[in-house]
């Protein structure tokens, strides 16, 4: 990188960390540490919602999502809008009668300790895991990127959040978030209209929007209902709408966010807008995946996008392998060029019949090709068998690195770093609060002064961020980083909206029956996750069902005669 772009990037990563602390500085107790005073605005906390869900892994992930499988992702998001007017009418004036630090204090009231316990610890397990996997999911790309050292660059982005969510709390991440967000939409509006300056001068936008949607990456909305297909309207619209209801309404990390809110009013606001505008944001994400995607359909993408690793297989014994391939890469790529120019012009002339024929030749080369990368990978895995052989979630890091011009290399780096920021330090926020107020508060030391619960919520924010970065160094990728993320919160999330669900409408069921049946219900989730293919939304349909469905028969059979909460 040049001095201008390690400017940009350090600079606006500064400005963050120290806007944080100084806004913030010396929370003087634990209301202001926890709930920020109950100051936020509605735009304040929209932004901070928004920001909490949009990591790094949505700007590193998501553009190569779309670019291997194009728009059809946004479906997940379907089932967002619904979701937030449930919540907004349904959640949020609970949780401000109750005047609750979190979610889960909720559950004690209408249940009993354990109840609360359990839907505190099934968070604190999934979202850890989630706090390592932002950090780690950016630091690994990064540091191939930049031939950084990769527990250096963890470290690095976990220091940095940590400094100013230690200090300063929930105002703190709240607060850095709308700075956070700003960069991060700003970065990628710039970056659509740079890549569609950067096409051909022959090639206008409705030209590339042509090969985009011949060659299948305009396919925004699927209506097939197939439960083994991860994105289409009914699992975005249901699974999509189940893991949202879990996610806002019940995970601390978000609900963290509107509870710092001056009303309940400015709470819906916040989330409404969110509601409004997370669909246009994920499809914004998911078009530059696209552009990136037509861009390399005139101009030679690398046969592996992970260049480190390119490199290295290039120096083993299985170098002639390698350049073979990459030959070969590039001779169907040149014949597939060809043939896309040939079919605009035909497209131009309004040749139906020709341009069907050229269609059908430019997606048989496009499979050759990916056929080619199919055997790029397996060799990378011969030759280096402890390496990553899935390289969409460096398609994105890669462009930008060798094709961005001088300066917005540094922006579009410090989008990936903001993004990780603004998700870790809610994570780590939140993480922190469950713990003091859930588990050490209500069952280790129930008496003692507002001093040393503060205290307690900085020491516990600091140790699950030391937590995050130790097993950022230990985690290893699967597949692709955003799917990763939300199936790691698939498992678990049904099984606590359920726990939910039951405890804002199902008055009868009382508190043995709701805990056994979410014990049952997420032990029968993890057996489908590791045993079959359903698609991972569902699962939180499942996992939610089965705790609604189980906790009314068991307190039928059980009888009105047992322990009341």
Not at 508 to 529: G, R
Request: proline share 2%; glycine share 8%; with cysteine.
């Amino acid at each position: 990188m040049s001095n201008i772009d390690w400017v940009i990037l350090l600079g606006t990563l500064s400005f963050i960390v120290g806007y944080g602390v100084y806004k913030t500085r010396g929370s003087k107790n634990i209301e202001g540490y926890l709930k920020g005073d109950n100051s936020m605005k509605w735009w304040t906390v929209g932004l901070s919602v928004m920001a909490t869900q949009a990591s790094a892994i949505t700007f590193l992930s998501t553009p190569g999502q779309a670019f291997e499988d194009g728009m059809r992702f946004v479906q997940f998001y379907f089932g967002l809008p619904i979701a937030m007017i449930i919540i907004s009418v349904t959640f949020i004036p609970i949780y401000y009668r109750l005047k609750v630090y979190t979610a889960y204090e909720y559950l004690e009231s209408r249940f009993d300790l354990k109840t609360r316990t359990l839907a505190a610890i099934l968070f604190l397990i999934q979202r850890g895991l989630a706090a390592g996997i932002t950090i780690y999911a950016p630091a690994i790309i990064l540091s191939t990127i930049l031939n950084w050292n990769l527990n250096l660059t963890i470290i690095v982005i976990g220091t940095l959040v940590i400094i100013y969510t230690v200090s300063g709390g929930t105002k703190a991440v709240s607060q850095t978030q709308k700075q956070q967000m700003a960069i991060m939409m700003g970065g990628m509006v710039i970056a659509a209209f740079v890549i569609i300056d950067m096409l051909p001068e022959d090639v206008s936008f409705g030209n590339a929007m042509d090969v985009a949607g011949h060659m299948g990456r305009l396919n925004v909305v699927t209506f097939d209902l197939d439960f083994s297909d991860r994105y289409n309207v009914w699992s975005g619209i249901t699974g999509g709408m189940f893991l949202a209801l879990s996610y806002f309404g019940t995970d601390q990390s978000q609900v963290q966010r509107y509870l710092s809110s001056k009303s309940i009013a400015q709470s819906r606001l916040g989330l409404l807008m969110n509601g409004l505008l997370k669909v246009p944001m994920q499809f914004l994400i998911l078009f530059v995946g696209v552009l990136v995607f037509v861009f390399y359909q005139f101009y030679q993408p690398p046969v592996f996008f992970n260049d480190a690793v390119s490199r290295q297989v290039a120096q083993t014994e299985y170098a002639n392998e390698w350049q073979a391939l990459e030959e070969k890469h590039s001779q169907t790529f040149e014949k597939k060029r060809e043939e896309i120019n040939a079919f605009l012009q035909a497209s131009e002339a309004g040749d139906e019949t020709e341009l069907t024929a050229m269609k059908e030749e430019v997606n048989r080369l496009n499979e050759e090709q990916m056929q080619i990368q199919g055997e790029v990978k397996e060799l990378v895995g011969r030759a280096i068998p402890l390496a990553e052989t899935k390289d969409t979630d460096y398609v994105f890091i890669s462009f930008i690195m060798q094709h961005f011009p001088t300066g917005l290399i540094g922006l579009l780096l410090a989008v990936i770093f903001s993004a990780a920021m603004s998700s870790t330090a809610s994570e780590l926020n939140a993480l922190g609060s469950t713990s003091v107020v859930d588990l050490y508060k209500r069952s280790f030391k129930q008496e003692a002064s507002d001093q040393h619960y503060l205290n307690a919520s900085r020491f516990f924010t600091l140790l699950w961020g030391v937590i995050a970065i130790v097993f950022a160094t230990f985690a290893s990728l699967a597949d692709n980083l955003i799917e990763f993320v939300n199936i790691i919160g698939s498992i678990f999330y049904g099984t606590i909206l359920g726990i939910f669900l039951v405890a804002f409408y199902i008055k009868y069921v009382k508190s043995n029956a709701i805990f056994i049946a979410a014990c049952i219900a997420e032990a029968t989730v993890l057996y489908l996750f590791f045993t079959t293919d359903i698609g991972f939304l569902w699962f939180n349909v499942i996992g939610c069902a089965l705790v609604v469905a189980i906790a009314m028969l068991i307190e039928m059979f059980m009888g009105k005669n047992k322990a009341k909460s």
